[in-house]
């Protein structure tokens, strides 16, 4: 069974003019909190939410939109959930909606198998934050330290300003939809997966073989584009997660490559790692944009 990669948003992020059309190139499904009820909804027309334009959104993302209600439970969950940040890298005006968007990788209905939810971050300071990166310095020999790996990758957005908003919505979720696009996208994960799960990085030969090997990838993506004239706009993806070193024998640089790029040792961080039931650890994170970031030139 494949697994699938769906990615989690807060109350807010369809506020955002080009809303989820990156997102929907990205993941199977998206994880959208939405009104259970009248009051509810009235709440989040008070705060700005526009749940009238959320509407709209769902409807033209069709199944690709997996819905939960942002009922009196998930709020309470993310009361504690937000109470428990009390670092104060937590206490920045987004981390509120950061909190909304972790409570929805959990409790997902039991009958959804097969399945790995990740956060999405609105910006890098945001990820950088909420994960507690910070620079380090990996040297030769180091072993067994849990170090954050950045997977930079090129992937092509629909675009095309002579078409209104939801319709390049709804082309963009029909074009990810077509199964050369969908085995792409679960090649990609499946890749990162494999890379973050080794049991050891321990030369330079590796980084640069993966980077070169997630380069066919994209370019094999970039091809079907072209042959089936879809207009579309290049962006940056950046997952971020915990990789294990072997026995080094330099340190690690960063490698770029045909639209991928890798880094691997420049940063550690705070909450990823191992799960530990005893500490609040963070699974693989994502930030995607217009411009490059991490190092990458």
């Known amino acids: 069974m494949v697994k699938e990669v769906w990615g989690t948003f807060s109350v807010k992020d369809h506020l955002s003019p080009q809303a989820f059309l990156a997102e929907v190139m990205l993941y199977d499904r998206l994880v959208i909190p939405v009104p259970p009820d009248r009051a509810e909804r009235l709440r ?3 705060n700005g939410w526009e749940p009238d334009r959320l509407d709209q959104i769902v409807e ?4 690709r939109a997996f819905l939960v209600e942002w009922d009196a439970e998930r709020q309470a969950n993310w009361k504690t959930r937000y109470d428990a940040g009390n670092d104060l890298a937590y206490r920045t005006p987004d981390w509120a909606f ?3 968007r972790t409570e929805l990788t959990d409790k997902l209905p039991r009958y959804v198998t097969g399945v790995e939810a ?7 300071d945001e990820l950088t934050n909420n994960l507690e990166l910070t620079e380090t310095q990996v040297n030769k020999g180091e072993y067994g330290t849990t170090v ?4 930079g990758r090129e992937f092509l957005v629909p675009n095309d300003p002579g078409k209104p908003y939801l319709d390049l919505l709804e082309e963009a979720a029909q074009f990810s939809s077509e199964p050369t696009m969908k085995y792409s996208r679960a090649d990609f994960w499946r890749w ?3 890379f973050l799960d080794d049991k050891g990085i321990t030369d330079q030969a590796s980084i640069e073989a993966a980077v070169k090997d997630m380069a066919e990838k994209i370019n094999r993506e970039k091809a079907f584009a072209r042959e089936h004239g879809i207009q579309t706009a290049v962006q940056y993806a950046f997952v971020v997660g915990g990789v294990t070193l072997g026995l080094l024998n330099s340190p690690l640089a960063a490698v770029a490559f045909a639209g991928a790029f890798l880094e691997v040792g420049k940063y550690v961080s705070g909450r990823l790692g191992p799960k530990d039931p005893n500490v ?3 699974g693989v994170a994502l930030i995607y944009d217009t411009q490059k970031h991490f190092g990458w030139k």
């Open 118 to 124: 990740v956060v999405t971050y609105t910006s890098v």
């Open 60 to 63: 033209r993302l069709g199944d």
């Open 148 to 151: 954050a790996a950045v997977i």
């Open 98 to 100: 950061e909190a909304t």
């Open 280 to 282: 609040d650890r963070a």
């Open 44 to 46: 989040w027309q008070e």
């Open 192 to 194: 990162q997966r494999e």
